[in-house]
């Protein structure tokens, strides 16, 4: 069986990107594997850093480390574009290729690439996100079995941006665009076998706006660790995240700005880690914040979740599900987060995580978390219970074959 991915990331490095967008494309791409596929990635690079031939060499390598198979990579460069108010603003409210976002994936040469692949007969055709279906949606033409993995709803993460403050003219118009984009999501829905969703909440909510057929849930996932990583001596709390995400610079802006101040206040030996990578050129990461530890890249997770007492989500905006928070119950860990940061995962609140939007509210649950053993310990346990059932990599990558089988044709 030939397999084509094709995904708007790029091309994995062994040993540094573990951040969960690969995380979920390791699930489809696993059972694909397993199923005797042979996969060929076509990823879209800034035009700048289009490999040489020789470095397209090196790329095959690492993929196929990475994948822990051989697997054949090819690439095509996206670029910016000439802006001016109207293509920046304007013309993306009629479509979704004239969006500064979804331009540099819809243009002529990254037709051409997809069609290239197209040309090569795959058997199945996995597209990761949005931005690498708006080429595919250009192509015309009968597609192979496709499955879409959609993850998250980008038009409602574009109406929840555009309105969270701080709010200016230009935000608003961006909040127009969102028709254009529920559009090109309903457009790939109906070219694909099957659009993955990652909760029954975003499933629910496209099936209210008239995506009726073949949606799918598919839930983030990470695998159960053997052991739980235990309760350590320090009174430590730990955000996990890539700073080359907005949201996740914001949230942590949020955390240190708002909610540190007060707990620190109140147990005056906490620590607060911050890990993973992309922020040295964040403004809050040139901080030195009292009890804040910038971690950077952080390899071993066993022993990063050892040194965490409670893992805090302070997301105001976006869309999907958090991995973070899976992969915090996983090791059996109490959570802190905001509404929005849970939203569409099945924890209960206040018996396996503390829900708190406010600065005051949400300080308050790390404080009693940090003191109170006994109820850390029964959060934890029971948001790690809660996760074995619903979000164990090994059901989902089976739930995901199943999918892929029902794609193919007989």
């Not at 906490?270 to 403004?283: D, N, V």
């Amino acid at each position: 069986m030939r397999c084509l991915v094709i995904t708007s990331i790029a091309p994995p490095v062994p040993g540094r990107d573990a951040h969960a967008a690969y995380k979920r494309l390791g699930m489809f791409v696993r059972t694909m594997l397993r199923m005797g596929g042979r996969i060929e990635f076509l990823h879209f690079v800034l035009e700048r850093f289009m490999p040489s031939l020789q470095a397209r060499d090196r790329l095959v390598h690492d993929a196929s480390e990475y994948w822990g198979a051989p697997v054949e990579v090819s690439v095509a460069p996206i670029g910016p574009r000439p802006e001016s108010l109207w293509n920046h603003y304007g013309a993306g409210i009629f479509t979704i290729f004239d969006q500064p976002d979804f331009a540099p994936f819809s243009g002529t040469p990254q037709v051409a690439a997809v069609r290239d692949c197209l040309d090569r007969k795959p058997d199945l055709v996995l597209v990761q996100y949005l931005a690498a279906m708006c080429p595919l949606l250009r192509c015309g033409g009968a597609l192979p079995p496709t499955v879409f993995d959609l993850d998250n709803l980008v038009h409602m993460m574009r109406l929840r941006s555009a309105f969270h403050p701080p709010i200016w003219p230009g935000k608003l118009v961006y909040a127009a665009h969102a028709p254009a984009i529920l559009a090109a999501e309903g457009r790939g829905a109906a070219r694909a076998r099957a659009t993955c969703v990652c909760s029954e909440l975003d499933r629910r909510h496209l099936r209210r706006l008239g995506l009726r057929s073949n949606i799918v849930v598919v839930p983030n996932a990470v695998p159960i660790p053997a052991r739980t990583a235990g309760r350590p001596a320090e009174k430590t709390l730990m955000f996990i995240g890539v700073y080359d995400y907005p949201p996740n610079v914001e949230a942590v802006e949020w955390l240190i700005g708002r909610v540190w101040p007060r707990v620190r206040q109140r147990v005056p030996d906490a620590r607060l880690l911050i890990a993973g990578r992309g922020g040295e050129h964040q403004p809050v990461f040139q901080q030195l914040v009292p009890g804040v530890e910038f971690l950077g890249f952080v390899p071993d997770l066993d022993a990063l979740y050892a040194r965490t007492r409670v893992v805090c989500c302070p997301l105001k905006v976006g869309a999907g599900t958090r991995t973070k928070l899976i992969e915090a119950a996983a090791y059996g860990k109490p959570m802190v987060s905001t509404r929005l940061g849970a939203e569409g995962l099945e924890f209960v609140p206040d018996r396996e995580i503390l829900l708190r939007d406010a600065d005051g509210e949400f300080a308050d649950a790390c404080v009693r978390l940090l003191e109170d053993d006994a109820l850390a310990d029964r959060l934890g346990s029971a948001a790690r219970e809660r996760m074995a059932s619903i979000y164990d990599m090994a059901k989902i990558e089976g739930r995901i074959a199943g999918l892929m089988r029902e794609a193919l044709p007989p």
